[in-house]
């Protein structure tokens, strides 16, 4: 779970009031947040956060706008945002994308702020947000990197591209131009963050329209524009990514953070060369969320206790939401830095915490049951310990992922594949129904580990099944990936062998096809004349789509079939 230090004398100033660790403990309850530690010599004040679906609440002006707004009924009100159909003056303040840029890194969302001039508390507060939003919510900047700029040496519009790896200029923290090849080989957040770009023929640039470098994203700012120093009054923040509406909420957020820190947003314009989900023209900040809807039955049904629609509405907008009763329903419409309503459910949750779990009577189970491990569980446990002991290294995934991991980067047509309706992100948008593209993009961002790379993971995977309620059935899998020079058919079908052997069970093979193996290479796995799996050779398209150097080979098996 995110974990942010607040310095108790930015957060006071936030509140616009003192506080004490007593009411900051009880107040932080509706951010869902506790207090790990408070350093009183330092003014420090380390919270952990319980839930990840709010980065809003990732920052000082953040944690403190819920603070206020449960706590000290403070009103907020955002008026630089653009939505369809309200578009803000955005000046000469510009972006321009260019048309090679969509195969790279598509989007990109953007602001000014101006201000009496940043402080070194609200700059380190700021970066620490960066950070977080990048690294928690962007996937490591993979699907949201942010750049913080000396807006007064821009001179718009600004120019994101893609370029050639030999391009140049200095980046933050060097004195001498490299080429950006070589910042990926030399510079140490290339060698942190290159895994990002590593399958790119071109990468992604942004230059003013004087040729002045702000930087390479999603890797580093460059020397010039963007070192940002204590005292700067006018500020330029950018975003890239690969997910539009993920960019658009970061950009609310730290748009609203600044705003609450005493700063003007200036909103730009983003001219894109090809559609978007939002247009070919975006002003940011922009308001993209859409009303959310709670039968007041259901919220009841969930709960265990009658609440009326006028006490629910005055709950839910206790929290910072606008409200509005239509019949026995609430129709909620999200802040502009919040995104986390995508179920009636999520509405529910805002009325337990606003009320406060304290005040809900506890309830004994009416059933008592002894427990006891499951049969899957008994089994997962011993393939578990035959797994470690033929030296594999367990790994542990999302069930969630995007469309691009489970079936572009597989050379599957997706078919097979579960779509949620309403995803967050694209990171988020299919449930998968098989752990290789798992163990294939931690081998892609493993390649300077010393070889060879052993991998496993048993878990759950979901797959179509007609004769299940909703068409869908869970099933456990177990997973196996092995990279190495000399990683091939018969050492994975070796390591399975010994799988089947320490279970007591017996397999066959089969040849078989699958896109994602090479042929003549792949064979299924048989077991009282069903498939329940399949091992082989990794095709070396699909390395390729990973950015994987190293031959891999793979095998993966369904437990479920095994248990019966």
Known sequence: MPKIEVQQSLLERFLGRRISEEELEKIAITAKAEIDEIDRDEGVIKIELNDTNRPDLWSTPGFARQLAIYGYNRKFTYDFFSSEGLIKDSGNREVRVDPNVKDVRPYIAAFQADGEGIDEELLK??????????????????????????????????????????????????????????????????????????????????????????????????????????????????????????????????????????????????????????????????????????????ANKLIGEDISVEKARELVEKMGNKVEIDGRSLVLTPPPYRNDFMHPVDIVEEIVISRGMETFDPILPEEFTAGRLSPIEKLNRAVRDIMVGLGYQEMIYNYLGSKRDFVERMNLTGEDI????????????????????????????????????????LGKVVVKDNNENYGTKTKNYLSILIADREAGFN??????????????????????????????????????????????????????????????????????????
């Open 418 to 457: 579960i779509e949620i309706a309403n995803p967050m992100t694209e990171n988020f948008e299919v449930v998968r129904n098989s752990i290789l593209p798992n163990l294939l993009n931690s081998e892609a961002v493993s390649g300077n580990a010393l070889y060879p790379h052993k991998i496993f993971e």
């Open 125 to 298: 507060d700021l970066i620490q947000s960066q950070e977080k939003l990048c690294w928690n919510f962007g996937r490591k900047r993979s699907s949201i990197a942010m750049g913080i700029y000396r807006a007064d040496l821009i001179e718009f519009p600004v120019h994101f591209k893609a370029v050639s790896p030999e391009t140049r200029f200095v980046p933050l923290g060097e004195e001498r131009e490299m080429s950006l090849r070589e910042i990926l080989k030399e510079h140490p957040k290339g060698k942190e963050f290159g895994w990002i770009l590593k399958h790119l023929s071109t990468y992604p640039f942004l230059t003013d329209n004087r040729g002045n470098v702000l930087s390479f994203p999603p890797i580093i700012n460059s020397a010039y524009l963007g070192a940002v120093k204590v005292g700067d009054k006018s500020l330029f923040i950018e975003l890239t990514g690969t997910d539009l509406n993920s960019l658009l909420l970061a950009a609310s957020i730290a748009a609203c953070d600044l705003k609450d820190a005493g700063f003007e947003i200036k909103p730009v314009k983003i001219v894109y060369p090809y559609d978007t989900p939002h247009g070919r023209e975006i002003t940011t900040p922009y308001y993209f969320q859409k009303r959310a809807r709670l039968d007041i039955r259901y």
């Open 491 to 564: 050492e994975i079908n070796s390591h399975l062998s010994a799988v089947f052997f320490y279970l007591s069970k017996e397999y066959t093979l089969k040849e078989d096809k699958h896109p994602s193996f090479i042929d003549g290479r792949c064979a299924a796995v048989i077991v009282a004349g069903e498939k329940i799996g399949i091992v082989g050779e990794i095709h070396p398209e699909v390395l390729e789509n990973w950015g994987i150097e190293m031959p891999c080979a793979a095998a993966e098996i369904d437990l479920d079939y095994l248990l019966e």
